[in-house]
């Protein structure tokens, strides 16, 4: 009967590491919507709950997807990938 391999394969180990970096981006988009909302509720009498909505979704989302570009950006990074691409520069 084949064994597993010990070594996790390098696209598992990083997808691994890119689905914890974003389980807590979600959370930080969480607070930071949930933060956004109770401002704007504290500062208008008259608010509505499509704002609110409107609110903790455009905020939530627009951290969500900045952070997410970033972690995609680090993880690239310390691949090695980049470097790889780099050695076909023009030589002058």
């Known amino acids: ?3 597993p391999d010990p070594l ?3 696209n598992m180990s990083m997808l691994r590491r890119f ?3 974003m389980k807590w981006a ?9 933060i956004a909302v109770l ?7 008259g608010t509505h709950i499509h704002m609110m909505i ?3 979704l455009g905020t939530g989302l627009t951290v969500l997807l900045g952070t997410g570009l970033m972690i995609l950006t680090f993880l690239s990074a310390s691949s090695g990938h980049d470097d790889d691409a780099s050695k076909y520069e023009d030589k002058e």
């Open 39 to 45: 401002l704007v509720t504290r500062g208008d009498t």
């Open 54 to 56: 409107a609110t903790a």
């Open 19 to 21: 689905r914890r970096a």
């Open 8 to 10: 996790p394969s390098p």
């Open 26 to 34: 979600a959370l930080l988009s969480i607070v930071v919507a949930a």
């Open 1 to 3: 009967m084949p064994r």
